[in-house]
């Protein structure tokens, strides 16, 4: 018999002995099955949450700088006062004596349940100034932005995002209609045009722009800022707007040399090395979550093939006993836990991208399933059939022909 | 020189601090086309020396040779090849595969041979086997669907497909009932005629009265080798 044949026969073997036990072979595919669309679908979340990432913080331009308050030093003790250490005049400065900076806006933010007649929406209320479609790149596209007077009298309007203008008012014409939050009716002066892109999981276009002096006196009743954000006059100006800023912001507070910011910047630029270090560990922790789940479902494989072996003691000192050779034995049991394996891994592939799909359609995740995932499981589920079939084969092959055939 | 070439067997068992000669100094030469038994109580050694005779195990001492190459020594892969190409068994439990079909039974030991033949040629000679033992219409059957007489003529069939020199029978009729132990006989008596060395154990003297030479074990010794008074009733019935 040429090289070939035996190997197509020894292959024909252990198809067989798959067909011949469907229920068991199932259910230990099942574990592949599994493992290999956990690592398709996490991967594909992960990576769809690092693209996601990246597109909405290059959405914020390049000359973007936010400030956030930061802890302050007492005595040399870091103490958290509850208290921002931002304030309006801080942002006023920074728009009259730094020369680097072309936009500034105060900001606050605070999450609200929103009512018009019949329909209410949980988002996110944005408190700005009227520089903030400047800072964002972001226009109305029906009615208009609030004024410096609206600001000024801490008027009660909103300019609503388009997913929430969607959802208060499904037959349109938002604009002139009265929105209540937190119980303020509020009247609507416009809506934003559609972001499009999505953050991990969040829609950027659910959210509510309200003049900030409004959001901080009648809805969260307090007088400092939650963040200040700021647009260079050119990308190449953003180090040098920071320095400026850093240097007033310092001088303001009459801080010492020595003394610690009581504030903190970041670029776009640092914001996106961030957020892509995140996504980074979010995607490794899904991966070996994954990973996890795939070499379970090598044990389950494993634990099968001995039962197997076990099983079919008497058969294999039958095939022992007409010629068959250790290696031939060996053979058979691998590529029976190799075809599992592999029909499992192809099998989990398929699953994986279906409910990818499903999760971003019905989610409105993002997810995107790359080749190289595709190639990383599929290939693993080889490796799996091979590292955990190779133990119960070879156990096979070590039978001794006399005992195996006296094996009850 | 005889086919089958015994001298000085030994087997010896270690079974926790005592050992086992289950075979103590056996000299046996069988000649091509000998027709013998192997009888003895059990515990007698007769199942060892099958198990050396066939290739399965190895003696402890003394040298066995077969068609004059001593295979006393080979290495398990040397033996494999010998019990493939040289050997054809027949077990009491027949020791078919389940949910096999005959005919694939009766192929297995092709798949391992050292031959080239292609998936047909092999069909093609199983099929002529199974019809040389009588099954034609059962190939495509699975050992469950099979009587015990027609299980054994499938394990018979499997050890004369590499066209063995040697037939080696443990027990055959052990599990059948007296008519098709008859039956069966009647084909190893065939296949002797037909030139075949077949080795019988039983410990049944109306089966050994099948053979022409009958060899007695007690304790690991042969303590009777002789011919048999041959009845060969079963000729009539097979021709």
Same mark, same amino acid.
């Given at each position: 018999?040429?090289?070939?044949?035996?190997?197509?026969?020894?292959?024909?073997?252990?198809?067989?002995?798959?067909?011949?036990?469907?229920? !068991?072979?199932?259910?230990?595919?099942?574990?592949?099955? *599994?493992?290999?669309?956990?690592?398709?679908?996490?991967?594909?979340?992960?990576?769809?949450?690092?693209?996601?990432?990246?597109?909405?913080?290059?959405?914020?331009?390049?000359?973007?700088?936010?400030?956030?308050?930061?802890?302050?030093?007492?005595?040399?003790?870091?103490?958290?006062?509850?208290?921002?250490?931002?304030?309006?005049? +801080?942002?006023?400065?920074?728009?009259?004596?730094?020369?680097?900076?072309?936009?500034?806006?105060?900001?606050?933010?605070?999450?609200?349940?929103?009512?018009?007649?019949?329909?209410?929406?949980?988002?996110?209320?944005?408190?700005? =100034?009227?520089?903030?479609?400047?800072?964002?790149?972001?226009?109305?596209?029906?009615?208009?932005?609030?004024?410096?007077? +609206?600001?000024?009298?801490?008027?009660?309007?909103?300019?609503?995002?388009?997913?929430?203008? +969607?959802?208060?008012?499904?037959?349109?014409?938002?604009?002139?209609?009265?929105?209540?939050?937190?119980?303020?009716?509020?009247?609507?002066?416009?809506?934003?045009?559609?972001?499009?892109?999505?953050?991990?999981?969040?829609?950027?276009?659910?959210?509510?722009?309200?003049?900030?002096?409004?959001?901080?006196?009648?809805?969260?009743? !307090?007088?400092?800022? =939650?963040?200040? &954000?700021?647009?260079?006059? +050119?990308?190449?100006?953003?180090?040098?707007?920071?320095?400026?800023?850093?240097? &007033?912001?310092?001088?303001?507070?009459?801080?010492?040399?020595?003394?610690?910011?009581? *504030?903190?910047? !970041?670029?776009?630029?640092? %914001?996106?090395?961030?957020?892509?270090?995140?996504?980074?560990?979010?995607?490794?922790?899904?991966?070996?979550?994954?990973?996890?789940?795939?070499?379970?479902?090598? %044990?389950?494989?494993?634990?099968?093939?001995?039962?197997?072996?076990?099983?079919?003691? !008497?058969?294999?000192?039958?095939?022992?006993?007409?010629?068959?050779?250790?290696?031939?034995?060996?053979?058979?049991?691998?590529?029976?836990? %190799?075809?599992?394996? &592999?029909?499992?891994?192809?099998?989990?592939?398929?699953?994986?991208?279906?409910?990818?799909?499903?999760?971003?359609?019905?989610?409105?995740?993002?997810?995107?399933?790359?080749?190289?995932?595709?190639?990383?499981? *599929?290939?693993?589920?080889?490796?799996?059939?091979?590292? *955990?079939?190779?133990?119960?084969?070879?156990?096979?092959?070590?039978?001794?022909?006399?005992?195996?055939?006296?094996?009850? | 020189?005889?086919?089958?070439?015994?001298?000085?067997?030994?087997?010896?068992?270690?079974?926790?601090?005592?050992?086992?000669?289950?075979?103590?100094?056996?000299? $046996?030469?069988?000649?091509?086309?000998?027709?013998?038994?192997?009888?003895?109580?059990?515990?007698?050694?007769?199942?060892?020396?099958?198990?050396?005779?066939?290739?399965?195990?190895?003696?402890?001492?003394?040298?066995?040779?077969?068609?004059?190459?001593?295979?006393?020594?080979?290495?398990?892969?040397?033996?494999?090849?010998?019990?493939?190409?040289?050997?054809?068994?027949?077990?009491?439990?027949?020791?078919?595969?389940?949910?096999?079909?005959?005919?694939?039974?009766?192929?297995?030991?092709?798949?391992?041979?050292?031959?080239?033949?292609?998936?047909?040629?092999?069909?093609?000679?199983?099929?002529?086997?199974?019809?040389?033992?009588?099954?034609?219409?059962?190939?495509?059957?699975?050992?469950?669907?099979?009587?015990?007489?027609?299980?054994?003529?499938?394990?018979?069939?499997?050890? $004369?497909?590499?066209?063995?020199?040697?037939?080696?029978?443990?027990?055959?009729?052990?599990? $059948?009932?007296?008519?098709?132990?008859?039956?069966?006989?009647?084909?190893?008596?065939? $296949?002797?005629?037909?030139?075949?060395?077949?080795?019988?154990?039983?410990?049944?003297?109306?089966?050994?009265?099948?053979?022409?030479?009958?060899?007695?074990?007690?304790?690991?010794?042969?303590?009777?080798?002789?011919?048999?008074?041959?009845?060969?009733?079963?000729?009539?019935?097979?021709?």
């Amino acid at each position: 018999m040429t090289g070939l044949q035996r190997v197509g026969s020894i292959v024909w073997i252990g198809l067989r002995a798959i067909l011949r036990h469907k229920m !068991r072979s199932t259910l230990t595919v099942l574990g592949i099955v *599994f493992g290999v669309g956990c690592v398709i679908v996490m991967v594909a979340i992960g990576a769809g949450a690092a693209k996601s990432i990246e597109s909405s913080i290059a959405a914020m331009g390049s000359n973007f700088i936010m400030i956030f308050p930061g802890a302050v030093t007492q005595s040399g003790a870091r103490i958290h006062t509850g208290q921002s250490t931002l304030t309006e005049e +801080d942002a006023e400065a920074i728009k009259a004596e730094c020369p680097s900076v072309a936009y500034v806006s105060p900001s606050s933010r605070i999450a609200a349940q929103v009512v018009a007649g019949e329909q209410n929406w949980g988002t996110q209320i944005q408190g700005a =100034g009227v520089e903030w479609p400047f800072i964002r790149a972001w226009n109305v596209s029906e009615g208009s932005f609030f004024t410096e007077g +609206d600001v000024k009298g801490a008027a009660k309007v909103a300019v609503l995002g388009k997913t929430v203008a +969607d959802a208060l008012f499904p037959q349109g014409g938002a604009v002139g209609q009265t929105v209540r939050i937190k119980n303020v009716p509020f009247r609507v002066v416009g809506v934003l045009e559609a972001k499009g892109g999505s953050q991990v999981g969040q829609d950027q276009d659910d959210t509510i722009v309200a003049p900030y002096t409004t959001v901080l006196k009648r809805l969260e009743g !307090r007088n400092r800022l =939650g963040a200040i &954000l700021v647009a260079a006059a +050119d990308p190449a100006l953003v180090p040098q707007a920071m320095s400026e800023m850093e240097s &007033l912001l310092r001088q303001r507070r009459r801080l010492q040399p020595g003394q610690d910011n009581d *504030f903190m910047m !970041r670029s776009q630029e640092e %914001i996106a090395a961030f957020a892509n270090q995140s996504a980074g560990t979010i995607s490794m922790l899904l991966g070996w979550a994954a990973l996890i789940s795939l070499i379970v479902g090598g %044990i389950g494989v494993m634990n099968i093939m001995l039962v197997s072996v076990t099983e079919r003691t !008497r058969e294999i000192g039958v095939r022992m006993a007409v010629g068959a050779k250790g290696r031939d034995v060996l053979s058979q049991f691998l590529i029976e836990a %190799i075809v599992l394996s &592999l029909v499992g891994g192809a099998l989990g592939i398929g699953g994986g991208i279906l409910v990818s799909r499903m999760i971003a359609e019905n989610a409105g995740w993002p997810v995107v399933v790359t080749p190289g995932s595709i190639a990383m499981a *599929f290939g693993t589920a080889a490796l799996i059939g091979i590292v *955990f079939g190779f133990y119960p084969a070879w156990k096979a092959s070590k039978l001794d022909p006399i005992e195996a055939l006296r094996y009850e | 020189m005889p086919l089958v070439d015994m001298q000085k067997i030994v087997k010896i068992y270690a079974s926790g601090e005592n050992e086992v000669r289950a075979l103590d100094g056996i000299d $046996l030469a069988i000649e091509a086309g000998e027709f013998l038994a192997v009888m003895g109580p059990s515990g007698s050694g007769k199942s060892t020396l099958m198990n050396i005779l066939g290739c399965l195990d190895r003696p402890t001492e003394g040298t066995y040779r077969l068609d004059g190459v001593d295979v006393s020594r080979m290495s398990a892969n040397q033996r494999a090849e010998i019990r493939n190409s040289r050997l054809g068994f027949v077990y009491q439990n027949f020791n078919l595969l389940s949910r096999t079909t005959a005919l694939e039974n009766v192929e297995l030991p092709l798949i391992y041979g050292q031959a080239p033949m292609s998936v047909r040629e092999r069909r093609a000679r199983a099929r002529e086997i199974i019809h040389r033992v009588g099954l034609d219409g059962r190939e495509k059957h699975t050992p469950a669907q099979l009587s015990g007489g027609q299980q054994q003529r499938v394990a018979i069939a499997r050890a $004369l497909i590499t066209d063995p020199p040697v037939i080696l029978a443990d027990e055959p009729t052990g599990n $059948l009932d007296t008519r098709t132990s008859q039956d069966v006989m009647g084909i190893f008596e065939r $296949l002797n005629d037909e030139g075949k060395t077949v080795i019988i154990i039983t410990h049944e003297h109306d089966i050994a009265e099948h053979a022409r030479r009958a060899v007695t074990f007690r304790d690991g010794k042969i303590v009777q080798d002789g011919p048999v008074e041959r009845r060969r009733r079963t000729q009539e019935a097979h021709p």
